[in-house]
């Protein structure tokens, strides 16, 4: 995935999928597929967004870029 982590623009969860979409300012969109809730809620409640999505998404769940 990415080297840097960019600010993270936005957040999206359909949980009757358990998938999480995350946009970053620079426009970059992923799809991570079997996100558990409990992470998904936490990610929003997270000090850092930036260093939560580091530690406990980034490279733990499968994902998808999403083109524009």
Do not use: W
């Not at 991570?32 to 929003?44: A, K, L, N, W």
Request: aromatic share 14%; with cysteine.
């Amino acid at each position: 995935m990415q080297t840097e982590v960019q600010t993270i623009a936005d957040i999206a969860y359909d949980a009757d999928r358990t998938k999480l979409l995350v946009r970053f300012a620079g426009g970059e969109c992923y799809v991570y597929v079997g996100v558990p809730g409990e992470v998904h809620r936490s990610f929003i409640d997270a000090p850092s967004p930036a260093g939560f999505f580091t530690e406990q998404i980034c490279d733990r769940y499968p994902y998808n870029r999403l083109e524009a």
